[in-house]
Structure formats: structure tokens, C-alpha cells
């Protein structure tokens, strides 16, 4: 896949893009409860673009662990609103942070162009909604749930495990009659993973380019980077964020999410630079 259409909007991915994270929750891990009024939110959307995002990642719910789950209404009570008011403004793609099928249908009626599921389309009716709402969709590896997910994660082989997992949701996708050609996948960093199967997982990374898909990738300021860098805390971790974005690309990402826009630009700029030199 080399370009990704996301309704009306496309982006070009013969080069590494930034989705930029805007969460619209009071509990997220790092900013939860900043971007909650809807005129907050849009300023930092326009902000993000301005700094380089080529996509907006907008989630409703938090998924770190333990967070409590949130009801459909609720959500998309946070959602819906911000959705449409940055549709109104900036001509980018939206993506919604989703695995509730009413939440998709909703945000896509809104103007989102992509869904990003933490759930890879296991949730009840988000394969028949993929399928009918003809959007990309980001398939995300997790074992358990966010609420138990970091509990005790076990792996005979993160790698080869992640990837079983991912074919398997991809073959899913299809016989539910959603074309490969609209899959994205992410290995899911710090959802139900170690340390030591986060840092594996990240080296190793590019065992993942054989499933022929897109990655995306999301470590921004997880604390996986806070636990190497002596417990650094969540406003401390951009530089250990800024390295795995570069290990990634390296390793064969398309997308890197993250909450640090103008930095990661850059850093992805110059590794492509660097990469696609002749």
C-alpha cells in the first residue's frame, strides 16, 4: 500500500507519517483531561497539523492499564463533537481510537476517515461495521484487556506470537469481506507486554514487514521508555520516545503515533533522509 485513503483525505505513505494523538478523556496516562472542552481540542488539532501531523488520532476511551471501561453514549458524547469541529476546519485525515461498532459508524458519519482498534474488529459487530463503513482500519495486537492486561503477560515467543495473532485477524478481515487493502497493523506496545517483550519486540520489528501491510507504531511516552530511563516520568520520556521512533522506522513502520508532533517530524524526516539517499 502506498497511499491510504481515508475518505476524502489521502496520505501518501512512500515516506513515514506522524499520527498525531488527541485524546479527548480525563484519564488517559499522559494527557488525560487536557484536551476534554471541545475548543481545547480543536485549538490543539490545528496546533498538531501545524507541527507536521498527517493524521489525528482521536479516542474517546482510555486504554491504559486498569482504566475503566466507558459506556457508548459517554463516548461518543467526547468523540462526536470533536470530530466534526476539526472535519469544519483542517483538510486531514481523522482517525477514531475505537473498538465499539457504534462508535465507529458515528465517527465515521462524522467525518472520520480510519479506525484504530485496540481490539483488531473483536469486539461485538466491528467487523460487520468495518465492513460497511469502507474505511481503513488499524489492526492492534493486545493480550487480554486493558484492564488486565499487564497483569501477568506471557509469550513462548512475543514475536512469532504477535505475528500469528495479526494473520489471523487479517484472514478474519477478509473472510468478513474487508479487502486487505485496507488493513494497517500495529504490534501493540505495552499492551500486555513486558519490558523485556517490548524491547525484543521493537528490535526484532521487522520480522512483521512480511505480512506485507503497513505498521503503525505507538511507544510515545509509554512507560516502557520511562522504566529503561531510571523511572523517568511521563514528561521526561520525549528523547527515549524520539530513539524508538527511529529503531521503528528503521525496522519498517509506515505511521508513528505520538503525542510529541514537531520532534518526531523531524526525527522521521531525517531517518528517511538518511535511508533513501542514493
Known sequence: MTELVCGVQSVDLNRPRVM???????????????FISHDVALKRALAMVA???DILDIGGESTRPGAPAVGVQQELDRVI????SIVSELPVPISVDTNKAAV???????GAGLINDV????????????????VPVCL??????PRTMQQNPQYSDVVADV???LSDRIQACIRAGIPRERLLLDPGFGFGKTLAHNLILLRQMDQLKSLNLPLLVGISRKSMIGTVLDDAPVDQRLYGGLACAVLAIERGAAIIRT???????????MTHAVMTVD
Not at 81 to 84: E, G, L, N, T
Not at 259 to 269: G, L, Y
Open 140 to 145: 492492534m495486537h493486545m493480550q487480554g484487556s
Open 51 to 53: 507541527e507536521g501531523a
Open 20 to 34: 498525531g494523538i488527541l485524546n479527548v478523556t480525563p484519564d488517559s496516562f499522559s494527557d488525560g483531561g487536557r
Open 259 to 269: 503525542h510529541d508532533i514537531k520532534p518526531t517530524a523531524d526525527v522521521i524526516r
Open 163 to 165: 505475528k500469528v495473532f
Open 119 to 134: 481490539m483488531a474488529l473483536q469486539g461485538e459487530g466491528a467487523l460487520a461495521a468495518a465492513k460497511e463503513l469502507n
Open 104 to 110: 465507529m459508524r458515528e465517527a465515521v458519519a462524522a
Open 81 to 84: 463533537p470533536v470530530i466534526q
